[in-house]
């Protein structure tokens, strides 16, 4: 028994129509493109009112509307807010209160990171080593130092007297996002 050919791109049906209705252009025009490319006639819709019209108009064969539960027009960008910055998750980037950005190296936004999820808490200098470097590295415990130095210059108003990222002495650090004074400690 010998299988049926499997049809080539473009094999579509020539007069097949599809109507894409979606507001994220970008993805409208990825699907367009794909379902061109296999032979179908394809108009696209930004939103419900244009696709009835389109609808009415056209009468594909196919209408894909695309609907996606919870999100709004904008999804959330995933990331840390305080004190006016935002710290995103995805692009490593700071968008800071005064209204600059900055880019994150590895190893600083790692540390951010690690603080952020572990907020008003006290964190060894080793678990941040352990946590950012691995097992597999040896940096001194004072390399950590220069790193959360850094994160101050960029986030505090005031580097000389943190409100954010305080250190504990002898033991690690300690991240406030709604801002504590050093003394307090």
Known sequence: ???????????ARADARVLIVEDESALADVLADNLRDEGLAVSTAGDGTAGERLWAEERPDLKALLRRRGWSKEAPRAGFHFAGHFVDYRSWTAELAG?????????EFR??????????EVVSRDDILDAVWGDDAFPSSRTVDNFVLRLRKLFEPDPSAPRYFHTVWGVGYRFTPDGEAEETL
């Not at 028994?1 to 094999?11: D, K």
């Open 1 to 11: 028994m010998t299988a049926a050919p499997r049809p080539s791109r473009g094999a």
């Open 111 to 120: 540390i951010f990171r690690v603080l952020a999820e572990r907020q008003g």
């Open 99 to 107: 209204g600059g950005r900055e880019p994150l190296g590895e190893r």
